[in-house]
């Protein structure tokens, strides 16, 4: 699976726009780009996925330039509970022979 | 319909000793993923099981190995823990060619004295 790079860790307040940007300049033509969220001692929980330009579900946003060497996860007015480590994840649809590739990801900390 | 469950949620274990981890995954799955989750590895592939066999396998020791029942209910022992084993054990069950969007449970926190 491609490497990406993700900011270590962010802060923000309740009610704001937060943006979170993956580098991936690696990744291959068949790769898709996808987010999971992982609230403590829980899971990772799928967010959204997309493959190019924008893709919007109700909880998330995702940004894909042409050259698709980014993504920007962004969240839309965000609260306390949103509060989690967020991960980017790139590679093929249809399974993949190692697993996901969950690198360290984003540690987002909500304020009031 | 039910999520992915994990038995047990926590366990404490000494060196030396074995431990089998219990994943039932959500109706319907027939591929089963284990993960392990340590702060300073972060989130790593160990397994995956469908149809009772192993299709892919992760960077770990012999002494990490599972199983898958006919079921789809699957299992993971590891023999002769070490301390480093301390850490989130996590499965994950999807449909076959749905990589993206694996369903996981919430983890068997396991701690070696």
């Known amino acids: 699976l491609a490497k990406t790079t993700q900011p270590i860790s962010m802060d923000s307040y309740e009610g704001q726009e937060v943006n979170i940007t993956c580098s991936h300049n690696n990744i291959a033509t068949n790769d898709y780009i996808t987010w999971y969220q992982q609230f403590p001692s829980q899971g990772p929980r799928f967010i959204i996925q997309g493959y190019k330009t924008k893709v919007t579900n109700e909880v998330a946003s995702l940004f894909i330039p042409a050259d698709r060497k980014s993504s920007t996860l962004s969240l839309p007015r965000v609260s306390l509970s949103d509060t989690a480590v967020y991960y980017c994840l790139v590679g093929p649809l249809g399974g993949g022979a190692d697993g996901l590739t969950f690198g360290k990801g984003t540690h987002l900390i909500i304020q009031p | 319909k039910a999520g992915v469950t994990q038995t047990p949620r926590y366990l404490i274990k000494t060196r030396g000793q074995q431990v089998t981890l219990s994943c039932s995954p959500i109706?319907?799955?027939?591929?089963v993923s284990w993960y392990q989750q340590t702060p300073g590895q972060g989130l790593q592939f160990l397994f995956e099981?469908?149809?009772?066999?192993?299709?892919n396998k992760g960077n770990f020791p012999g002494r990490f190995s599972g199983r898958q029942f006919s079921n789809s209910r699957s299992e993971m022992n590891v023999s002769t823990l070490e301390l480093g084993d301390s850490a989130l054990y996590l499965c994950?069950?999807?449909?076959?060619?749905?990589?993206?969007?694996?369903?996981f449970g919430p983890g068997t926190r396991l701690l070696v004295l």
């Open positions: 099981y469908f149809s009772e066999t192993q299709r």
């Open positions: 994950a069950s999807r449909h076959e060619g749905e990589w993206e969007t694996q369903y």
């Open positions: 109706s319907g799955h027939r591929s």
